[in-house]
């Protein structure tokens, strides 16, 4: 019995102990997180005097004042999808000037262990931010919100510097999902150490519109996976319209990084309207790089096709001390089904000690990809494959779109691409002199089940064997309708529009120029072939057999040397001096034809490329010729070239030389950047 009365007492005991222990952390819990309802700005200034509370608010707010919160904020806020406009009034910190690892800029040790903070469902509208000393954070920074969801930022400005977090940093929101940002800018130089971006540091599932970053960026992270870009480091299903990055972005010492002018790695999305202007340098990437003027990286949806569509950029692209580089003046790489459409680069490209590095004028390598209706204009050195347009190209097609420039390599290269694979090229070409080693072509490298027509290339052809004015080598192809015009300087395997043919057709194709090479296996039309079919074409040309020269006439091999330092230093396109540029194209655009051509059976100028005949290169009015004002059109009449702004197709038609968005334009790159922003941010 009295065991009975002890073990009841004690289990009476231990009942109490434990209903007083939930009941303790129930009212610690309920004192420290409780949830607060802001309906005037007044309540959403009182949030200083209770920094642990989860706060919603129950209506839209107008405030003509604001003081930003101090302290360490660790409660959360949810808008329930209501805004706060701020009436444009300009504050001096964040809106929680000392906020914990998410929301806002941090600025003191304390908020490292403090509770992760989470804002979600809230418009911020007519709010400028003007920062006169730089401010330091942790983990997510962003000088709105560091980490939040569903926010909608509408007319935010920001002047500053930030020195980021541990992981993500931008100028306005650090990492964000479910997001919009309009008409947004931010202006001043932010650092940050693994995604780090001028607007956004890590974007998911969000829009930006019409916004802008100006300054500076760089990472400080070394030995490490890098993304950054002049407007979102790293995004996802991001889609961005009318907006630009005039700005420097360095990164260094990482072991594998993603630079671009607009954004640093792009998956699934899509990107409008918009242009990057500024200097992109990659030092020391000890694994691999991609970089590109417009995104580092560019993976398209699998099931749905991706867009870069009216975008440019001239960026001065920079790199040194770097590995397996994939370089591209618009993105390093494409990856499923991403179409570039009405896009240009006209910048630079420097390489320094950079091994492996493949570029390509627009980018390094694509697949399943469509380009259409777009141009690079530079040169470009490199020790990996180059390509006018890129490198390499997988089941693509290219379309109404070209190179000019010059091109020198240590690998394949061609003025349109490198390489092809179960690619379709149609009214493209490339103009410009293209050196390397094995398989080089005025139009591509190597074609692999590849079908090309109404398509030329001008230039010289140097390298050592598989050398073509027009192809290198070729298997399982079709060309029709095509022509080249250049003299081939090499060894092994020349010919004057293909330097191998296997399982070819060639159709109304012809080439202008000389074969010189020292070798086997050189030709008029063709250095060699098997199993080809050749229908209705024509050569211009003067073979010529070094072994058939006496030994002790060197006269060819000092014609080599000479046009060999000719392609370095003449027809050279200096991004410093724009009265180069136009000089290359006057002295070539009366070469060109129409970029629009149709196929042969519907162009309204048939007999240009008719089936019984070879393709006329000489005429009394060629298509594209340009004399006193006037040009040759698809008529083979003489008219009056078109005034500044007058709708073109074609660059000749122009009294400035230049046709881009359907519009004639001025030369001048200021002109054409002032221009561009007129038509698509008016």
């Given at each position: 019995m009295k065991y009975f009365k002890y073990k009841t007492k004690k289990n009476f005991f231990n009942l109490n102990f434990i209903l007083g222990f939930f009941l303790l952390v129930f009212l610690i819990s309920f004192s420290s997180a409780r949830t607060i309802e802001i309906s005037t700005c007044s309540d959403f200034q009182n949030i200083q005097n209770d920094l642990n509370s989860d706060y919603i608010l129950a209506n839209d707010l107008k405030c003509?004042?604001?003081?930003?919160?101090?302290?360490?904020?660790?409660?959360?806020?949810?808008?329930?999808?209501?805004?706060?406009?701020?009436?444009?009034?300009?504050?001096?910190?964040?809106?929680?000037?000392?906020?914990?690892?998410?929301?806002?800029?941090?600025?003191?040790?304390?908020?490292?262990?403090?509770?992760?903070?989470?804002?979600?469902?809230?418009?911020?509208?007519?709010?400028?931010?003007?920062?006169?000393?730089?401010?330091?954070?942790?983990?997510?920074?962003?000088?709105?919100?560091?980490?939040?969801?569903?926010?909608?930022?509408?007319?935010?400005?920001?002047?500053?510097n930030i020195i980021g977090g541990n992981s993500s940093t931008g100028g306005l929101l650090g990492y964000s999902r479910y997001s919009k940002l309009v008409n947004c800018s931010v202006v001043g130089d932010i650092s940050g150490k693994y995604q780090v971006g001028g607007l956004v540091g890590n974007l998911w599932d969000s829009e930006i519109y019409d916004s802008s970053f100006t300054?500076?960026?760089?990472?400080?992270?070394?030995?490490?996976?890098?993304?950054?870009?002049?407007?979102?480091?790293?995004?996802?299903?991001?889609?961005?319209?009318?907006?630009?990055?005039?700005?420097?972005?360095?990164?260094?010492?990482?072991?594998?990084l993603f630079l671009g002018g607009l954004v640093g790695d792009f998956n699934q999305g899509n990107i409008y309207n918009s242009f990057f202007n500024g200097k992109l340098v990659a030092n020391k990437s000890s694994n691999t790089l991609s970089i590109g003027g417009i995104t580092g990286d560019f993976e398209g949806n699998k099931n749905i096709?991706?867009?870069?569509?009216?975008?440019?950029?001239?960026?001065?692209?920079?790199?040194?001390?770097?590995?397996?580089?994939?370089?591209?003046?618009?993105?390093?790489?494409?990856?499923?089904?991403?179409?570039?459409?009405?896009?240009?680069?006209?910048?630079?490209?420097?390489?320094?000690?950079?091994?492996?590095?493949?570029?390509?004028?627009?980018?390094?390598?694509?697949?399943?990809?469509?380009?259409?209706?777009?141009?690079?204009?530079?040169?470009?050195?490199?020790?990996?494959?180059a390509?006018?347009?890129?490198?390499?190209?997988?089941?693509?097609?290219?379309?109404?779109?070209?190179?000019?420039?010059?091109?020198?390599?240590?690998?394949?290269?061609?003025?349109?691409?490198?390489?092809?694979?179960?690619?379709?090229?149609?009214?493209?070409?490339?103009?410009?002199?293209?050196?390397?080693?094995?398989?080089?072509?005025?139009l591509a490298g190597s074609f692999y089940n590849v079908k090309v027509s109404n398509s030329y290339s001008i230039g010289d052809v140097f390298g050592n064997n598989y050398l073509g004015g027009f192809v290198g080598a070729l298997h399982n192809s079709t060309i029709s309708n095509s022509y080249s015009i250049g003299d081939v300087f090499g060894n092994n395997y020349l010919g004057g529009f293909i330097g191998s043919s296997n399982y070819a057709n060639i159709f109304n194709s012809s080439y202008s120029g000389n074969?010189?090479?020292?070798?086997?296996?050189?030709?008029?039309?063709?250095?060699?072939?098997?199993?080809?079919?050749?229908?209705?074409?024509?050569?211009?040309?003067?073979?010529?057999?070094?072994?058939?020269?006496?030994?002790?006439?060197?006269?060819?091999?000092?014609?080599?040397?000479?046009?060999?330092?000719?392609?370095?230093?003449?027809?050279?396109?200096s991004n410093d001096d724009s009265n180069s540029q136009e000089s290359l194209i006057d002295d070539t655009s009366s070469l060109e034809t129409e970029s629009n051509l149709e196929d042969s059976s519907s162009s309204p100028n048939n007999d240009f490329y008719s089936e019984t005949d070879s393709v006329d290169l000489v005429s009394s009015c060629t298509l594209g010729y340009r004399e006193n004002g006037m040009y040759c059109n698809e008529f083979g009449e003489m008219v009056s070239q078109l005034s500044l702004d007058e709708v073109c197709q074609n660059n000749f038609e122009c009294e400035g030389n230049l046709c881009i968005n359907s519009f004639c334009v001025d030369s001048d790159f200021w002109s054409r950047v002032f221009l561009w922003i007129k038509r698509w941010f008016a």
């Open positions: 003509d004042q604001f003081t930003p919160i101090t302290g360490v904020f660790n409660g959360s806020l949810n808008g329930r999808g209501h805004t706060i406009d701020f009436n444009g009034i300009t504050i001096t910190e964040s809106i929680f000037a000392r906020a914990s690892f998410g929301s806002g800029v941090v600025l003191n040790e304390e908020a490292k262990n403090s509770k992760y903070i989470f804002v979600t469902d809230l418009f911020i509208k007519n709010l400028n931010i003007d920062f006169s000393k730089s401010k330091f954070g942790s983990s997510d920074v962003g000088v709105i919100f560091g980490t939040s969801h569903k926010v909608f930022l509408n007319n935010v400005s920001f002047t500053g300054g500076n960026l760089n990472n400080l992270f070394k030995d490490s996976t890098i993304y950054i870009g002049g407007l979102v480091g790293n995004s996802v299903q991001v889609n961005i319209f009318n907006s630009y990055s005039i700005s420097n972005i360095l990164a260094s010492d990482s072991k594998i096709q991706n867009i870069l569509s009216n975008c440019f950029s001239d960026a001065e692209i920079v790199v040194s001390n770097s590995k397996n580089s994939k370089v591209g003046g618009l993105a390093g790489e494409l990856r499923y089904s991403v179409s570039v459409l009405n896009s240009n680069f006209n910048g630079s490209f420097l390489l320094i000690d950079s091994n492996t590095s493949n570029v390509g004028g627009l980018f390094s390598s694509g697949s399943g990809c469509e380009v259409a209706n777009s141009f690079a204009i530079t040169d470009i050195y490199t020790i990996g494959s390509g006018g347009l890129a490198a390499s190209l997988t089941s693509c097609n290219i379309s109404n779109s070209y190179f000019i420039g010059n091109i020198e390599s240590q690998s394949r290269s061609g003025g349109l691409a490198a390489s092809l694979t179960s690619c379709n090229i149609s009214n493209s070409y490339s103009i410009g002199d293209i050196s390397g080693y094995n398989y080089i072509g005025g074969v010189i090479g020292k070798g086997n296996s050189l030709g008029e039309f063709t250095g060699s072939s098997s199993n080809s079919n050749f229908t209705n074409v024509s050569s211009d040309m003067e073979n010529l057999n070094e072994n058939s020269f006496n030994e002790e006439d060197s006269s060819l091999e000092s014609n080599l040397d000479a046009s060999s330092e000719e392609v370095s230093n003449d027809n050279s396109i």
